[in-house]
């Protein structure tokens, strides 16, 4: 018996000192590929590189029932502006340490080394899976057409992320 699709529920967050909704292509793009899949995106929003500001949104969110997924776009590199993985990291119940390493392996083959600039990482907190990207458009199609796509799919095998979703909570 083959499952059904079931669509999740996901957040996009962009962090940037200089995005809008008119200039935010990476944000854009997850958003297009998400819904192009057949989820549905709850909520889009854009903040500044700021740990508190960022850290707040995510809280909200993974305290939201209705969220499955919180996707985040930029604050993944080394500057001292980026602060992505700082800011959400201490909200992980479980980190998803094969995430970062698989998208790094991935963006290896499209931009070489400087993949090793890139701090992305996924986890759990409150039942909500967190995914953070890099803020370029290509990383974003690359952690969603590689990774997401597939995890974000109660169809993919041998496993993925929704069939999870039912027993994040357990005790």
Not at 66 to 89: F, H, M, Q, S, Y
Not at 119 to 143: D, E, K, Q, V, W
Not at 144 to 163: G, M, S, T, Y
């Amino acid at each position: 018996m083959n499952p059904e699709f079931i669509p999740v529920n996901i957040a996009i967050l962009t962090i940037s000192d200089t995005r809008n909704f008119d200039t935010d292509t990476s944000g854009k793009v997850l958003e297009d590929k998400a819904q192009a899949d057949g989820h549905r995106i709850i909520e889009r929003k854009i903040v500044p590189d700021d740990i508190y500001q960022i850290r707040a949104v995510v809280s909200q969110w993974i305290a939201d029932s209705a969220v499955n997924v919180v996707i985040t776009t930029g604050g993944t590199g080394l500057t001292g502006r980026d602060g992505t993985p700082e800011a959400v990291k201490v909200l992980f119940d479980k980190e998803i340490e094969g995430f970062g390493e698989l998208f790094r392996s991935l963006s290896y083959q499209v931009i070489k080394t400087s993949t090793v600039q890139s701090r992305a990482i996924a986890g759990l907190a409150n039942g909500t899976f967190i995914f953070c990207l890099p803020g370029s458009s290509g990383a974003c199609r690359t952690g969603w057409d590689e990774i997401l796509h597939d995890q974000l799919d109660a169809r993919h095998k041998p496993c993925n992320f929704v069939d999870l979703m039912p027993r994040l909570l357990e005790k």
